[in-house]
């Protein structure tokens, strides 16, 4: 069973102030999460957990994150952007990018930031932009091929235009340490959103060994490994969550398997989770707008896609609850749609219901990470807003929604009225 952490009487006070589409961040969950995670890696002495910004890139979420003791992970100039604004200092932030362009990296340098090379060209490409190679730098690594945990195939590394190849990699720190590097961190995300316990021991088993031998056949000095993100949640009423200090154990038991005999006990770990803090704690709250009877019962909702991609791009599955109506029977079955012109927005086929009627809300479940954040205007649909459900249960604004001015806004209708 799937809770909402809101109520119908909540949101219909809330949705007065701040009309839906909305969406709606519950602080206690993020901040008791966040406290789990760094207690299952307590035993690491400098662990650290770099939120990563692209998940729910907004101050007032990367504000709570700091409170807990986590940087931030960043993917592009703007991203960096934000993490200085919200008050993310130097090794506080890792700058995990590809396709990198170079104002991007002359960025991160002037903000001093963690930089996490994807590409062996960019070794050079960096050291051209810059004018040097940082003290401190990490290397991205794809070991290629399938990626399994027990013969169950979990994701196509292969297939994946991240990172560097294994040949690369040694070769890339042979080269960074001629340059003048000092610290290196080895950095990989081999599968994405994964609901498995074993996920982060069995990645961070390949990556101990893997520092193992970089230090063997370089003499690199590895301070940190980056285990990266992709330990997911269970967006499936009847799938099991993971269990963080099953994971932090897990790793741990590794770490002293493989680092401590071969003297690299002080290597601090790194996660870089975006999905696993904060998508469950987020809810797409929508009002129900229109039902349809045709050759399938319809309900339209005034979100749509843009406000929620996955569904749309992935299929991905997204539990309901109507709001209300927690405790009747799911004895309808309806396709629950947005607005656009578009038939794959759907955040829901054939899913069984209760009874709905206009004016209900809805609430999408696990939208806290990639749900606003992929956001986009298709139809020329605007932007929701975000809020904060604190954890003396009142509420906060956190993003307002856009306008019709915002959507306008990149146009410059000067010389247009002027003709
Ligand atoms: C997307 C991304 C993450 C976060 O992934 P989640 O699946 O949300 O945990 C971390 N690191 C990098 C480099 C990423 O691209």
Same mark, same amino acid.
């Given at each position: 069973m799937k809770k909402p952490f809101v109520t119908k009487e909540l949101i219909e006070k809330i949705s007065q102030e701040i009309p839906t589409p909305f969406h709606i961040y519950d602080e206690k969950g993020i901040r008791e999460n966040a406290r789990a995670l760094l207690k299952a890696f307590?035993?690491?002495?400098?662990f650290k957990e770099y939120f990563a910004v692209k998940a729910t890139p907004n101050p007032f979420i990367l504000k709570i994150l700091q409170e807990e003791g986590c940087g931030t992970d960043c993917s592009s100039y703007t991203e960096l952007l934000m993490s200085d604004a919200c008050g993310f200092h130097g090794h506080d932030i890792m700058f995990s990018s590809n396709v990198t362009p170079a104002q991007d990296f002359k960025l991160a340098d002037k903000l001093g930031v963690i930089i996490n090379l994807d590409d062996f060209t960019h070794i050079d490409f960096l050291e051209k932009t810059i004018g040097h190679i940082p003290e401190t730098i990490c290397c991205r690594y794809n070991p290629g091929g399938l990626f399994k945990i027990e013969n169950q195939i979990m994701d196509t590394p292969g297939e994946a235009k991240y990172g560097f190849t294994h040949d690369q990699l040694i070769e890339g720190y042979k080269l960074l340490m001629k340059k003048g590097a000092k610290n290196f961190g080895l950095h990989a995300f081999l599968a994405s959103n994964t609901v498995a316990n074993e996920y982060y021991p069995v990645l961070a088993k390949t990556l101990f060994e893997t520092a193992v031998e970089i230090k063997e056949k370089t003499g690199a000095n590895i301070k940190f490994i980056n285990l990266s993100g992709g330990v997911g949640v269970n967006y499936r009423p009847e799938q099991a969550p993971n269990d963080i200090a099953v994971i932090g154990e897990g790793v741990r038991k590794v770490f002293e398997e493989i680092m401590i005999p071969n003297g690299l006990g002080d290597c601090a770990i790194f996660t870089e989770l975006g999905r696993y803090m904060l998508a469950p704690y987020g809810h797409l709250i929508a009002k129900v707008l229109h039902e349809k009877h045709t050759h399938k019962e319809y309900i339209g909702l005034d979100a749509c896609a843009c406000n929620l991609m996955r569904p749309a791009m992935y299929g991905a599955y997204h539990h309901i609850t109507v709001l209300g109506k927690e405790n009747e029977p799911c004895d309808h079955k309806y396709d629950v749609t947005g607005g656009?012109?578009?038939?794959? /927005?759907?955040?829901?086929?054939d899913r069984m219901l209760p009874k709905i009627d206009i004016g209900d809300y809805i609430c999408i479940h696990d939208t806290g990470a990639h749900g606003f954040a992929m956001g986009y205007n298709y139809n020329g649909k605007l932007r929701s807003a975000e809020v904060l459900l604190k954890e003396d249960g009142t509420y906060q604004l956190i993003r307002r929604a856009e306008t019709p001015k915002d959507y306008f806004a990149?146009? /410059?209708f000067t010389d247009f009225f002027e003709k």
């Open positions: 307590s035993w690491n002495k400098g656009l012109c578009e038939n794959n /927005d759907k955040f829901a086929i990149t146009f /410059d």
